[in-house]
């Protein structure tokens, strides 16, 4: 799998961080099961990965909706962060991101803009050496509207000091592209886990 990046000389490389950066999609899922199981909810794999992208809160707030669950939204948060903290020493990078990275490392500023907590981010960055690639993280803490808002992208072109028609985002969810869209950004399309098996 090789990712196509559009024309155009771009001057800095914005990254979300699941399922963009880190392979985590996988190990988010078995702790997502793991967590609302214990309140009786099921989570289709095919639901998760159309709503990538959506804080955690939100996601529990929408199934106790769809399954008329009152699953204490802060508790089921905690408890699914936590189950995905163990299952961390199993993270690998996705090598095909890996590549642009180490391509282009040096010569223009990176910056992460995750819909994930930074405790979280932070963790997956440091388990796969990655970490020091990224002058700035923008996570979930940083802003309040999440994505297809534009919020994160933009104030992640604003640590940098780049404008933001000069930036390109990498992205494996809808969201994320509709939020790239949104904040004026070129944006490339990492394959799902399920889309890149050769």
Not at 72 to 90: M, S, T, W
Not at 123 to 143: M, N, P, Q, R, W
């Amino acid at each position: 799998m090789k990712l196509k990046i559009p024309d155009g000389a771009f001057r800095a490389y914005l990254f979300d961080c699941d399922g963009t950066v880190v392979d985590s999609m996988p190990l988010h899922y078995i702790a997502w099961k793991q967590a609302l199981e214990e309140w009786g909810c099921t989570y289709e794999e095919e639901l998760f990965y159309s709503w990538g992208g959506r804080p955690i809160r939100e996601i529990i707030s929408l199934l106790n909706e769809q399954q008329g669950l009152k699953m204490p939204v802060e508790e089921v948060a905690i408890r699914k962060e936590n189950l995905y903290f163990d299952l961390l020493p199993q993270l690998k990078a996705i090598p095909e991101v890996v590549e642009h990275i180490d391509a282009m490392y040096g010569k223009i500023p990176f910056a992460v803009a995750s819909g994930s907590r930074r405790d979280s981010v932070e963790s997956s960055l440091k388990i796969t050496g990655l970490i020091d690639k990224f002058e700035t993280l923008v996570c979930a803490d940083d802003y309040k509207r999440g994505k297809p808002a534009p919020d994160c992208f933009l104030l992640a072109a604003e640590r940098l000091g780049i404008a933001p028609e000069d930036c390109l985002v990498f992205e494996d969810t809808e969201l994320g592209i509709e939020a790239a869209t949104a904040a004026g950004m070129a944006a490339v399309k990492v394959p799902q886990p399920f889309e890149r098996v050769t």
